[in-house]
């Protein structure tokens, strides 16, 4: 039945948006938007769209956007074109202010993390749409699950663009379902840490962030999540850091994933829980060092929907496209409570699954070294459930 807790059946609702395939974040740019398409296609060739409701949205608006976001950071996204940003001048002075155009390592253009995309706006309303569309769809009690794919974009500023990221659709949807629920809980297993969305709620009493990251030296974004980060005032201990070092496994992960998320629930009750799943925590991403597999990171989606709680899932990072359409494939199949075949079936973009055999699931990386010791994972599990007993006391 729906309601028992790990139940087959939920009410699923998803969104997609093929405006957003086409956005092209640059030759060299590691982000790219098709693999959302790709991995549409893969849920369309599994037979999966029968098995939800699509949502169907206007993109989010000016005023959706600007109720998280500066309105002069809103107006420039609004009004950049790639062709006033190469025409120098006050265009490419403003968005630099922003993050938006500003190479890291002068002139290097590979260095651009943000770059002033064609399209930027139409993408930023339409991915954040999906993500409010889902959100207001779970808080209106139509549906228990709520999927978009193309959101997820944890970095982005009250003021700023960061980390590939310009609107931050997860505080918009997080801010949407307050409206509804007492209490959110935020679970975020991209492997870099969700700064954006921390920084959003640090001092809410009513939001709890959850990241599990790679914490290594230098690693983006640089000095953030850190296992002592836990949350001002009234959001104390509502801030909850995991830093891993390189090679993480399956085993390791979960045990840590699991017991920390079972105590976060405890003690925080939410009423609803947002996952952003990055697929750049999965073994070979070319920005990670993680060692996952796709079962193991979709462990973590099937132990978070066993709660039987209003939960958005959203995508983010994830760079080598393959392994991440078949990862938010297989995602949207443990979200439907349904098991899928290993064999991928014929479709548009199969030649990309050439190099994994045709199979969905793709080996880890066999002797990867694990920085992780048994130590440092058991000290790092036990200083967070230390911090977590607060919030029960
Ligand atoms: O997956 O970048 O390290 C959600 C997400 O979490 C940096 N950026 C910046 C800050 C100073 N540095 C170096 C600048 C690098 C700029 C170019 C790349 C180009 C080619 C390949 C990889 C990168 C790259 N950029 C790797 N890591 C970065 C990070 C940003 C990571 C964002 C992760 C986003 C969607
Ligand atoms: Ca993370
Ligand atoms: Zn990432």
């Given at each position: 039945s729906p309601s028992c807790p790990d139940g087959p059946k939920r009410r699923v609702c998803y969104y997609y948006d093929r405006g957003i395939a086409g956005v092209d974040y640059g030759e060299d740019h590691v982000m790219v938007p098709r693999r959302v398409d790709m991995a549409h296609a893969l849920i369309r060739s599994y037979g999966l769209l029968g098995d939800m409701s699509r949502l169907r949205t206007r993109?989010?608006?000016?005023?959706?956007i600007s109720a998280f976001h500066d309105r002069g950071y809103a107006d420039l996204l609004g009004s950049l074109t790639p062709e006033a940003f190469a025409g120098g001048g006050e265009a490419e002075l403003t968005?630099?202010?922003?993050?938006?155009?500003?190479?890291?390592?002068?002139?290097?253009?590979?260095?651009?993390d943000n770059p002033p995309?064609?399209?930027?706006?139409?993408?930023?309303?339409?991915?954040a749409g999906g993500s409010l569309a889902a959100a207001r769809a779970l808080a209106a009690g139509r549906h228990d699950i709520a999927i978009n794919w193309s959101g997820g974009m944890h970095h982005a500023c009250r003021d700023k663009a960061s980390g590939f990221c310009y609107v931050n659709d997860i505080v918009l949807a997080i801010r949407e379902l307050l409206a509804a629920f007492a209490r959110v809980v935020y679970v975020d297993i991209d492997v870099h840490h969700g700064d954006g969305v921390e920084t959003a709620f640090v001092d809410s009493g009513r939001v709890m962030t959850v990241s599990f990251h790679q914490g290594t030296t230098d690693f983006f974004p640089k000095g953030r999540g850190k296992l002592q980060d836990v949350g001002v005032g009234e959001g104390l201990y509502r801030?909850?850091?995991?830093?891993?070092?390189?090679g993480m496994?399956?085993?390791?992960?979960?045990?840590?994933?699991?017991?920390?998320?079972?105590?976060v629930m405890e003690v925080f009750q939410p009423e609803a829980i947002v996952m952003q799943c990055g697929g750049d925590s999965l073994s070979g991403d070319p920005l990670g060092s993680q060692n996952l597999s796709i079962a193991g990171h979709a462990r973590c989606v099937r132990f978070m929907r066993s709660f039987n709680v209003p939960l958005l899932l959203l995508g983010g990072g994830g760079y080598t496209i393959n392994h991440v359409a078949a990862c938010w494939c297989y995602e949207?199949?443990?979200a439907l409570g349904k098991e899928i075949d290993d064999d991928i079936p014929q479709h548009c973009y199969d030649s990309y699954y050439q190099s994994?055999?045709?199979k969905l699931h793709y080996p880890v990386?066999?002797?990867?070294?694990?920085?992780?010791?048994?130590?440092?994972?058991?000290?790092?599990?036990?200083?967070?459930?230390?911090?977590?007993?607060?919030?029960?006391?």
């Open positions: 993109p989010a608006t000016y005023d959706d968005a630099r202010s922003f993050n938006i155009g500003e190479p890291s390592k002068k002139e290097d253009p590979r260095s651009v995309i064609a399209g930027l706006w139409d993408y930023c309303c339409r991915y801030a909850v850091n995991v830093p891993l070092h390189a496994d399956d085993e390791g992960y979960y045990g840590l994933f699991q017991p920390i998320m079972e105590k949207t199949a443990v994994q055999g045709y990386k066999k002797g990867l070294k694990n920085d992780n010791t048994n130590h440092h994972v058991t000290q790092t599990k036990n200083t967070v459930l230390r911090n977590l007993a607060e919030l029960a006391a």
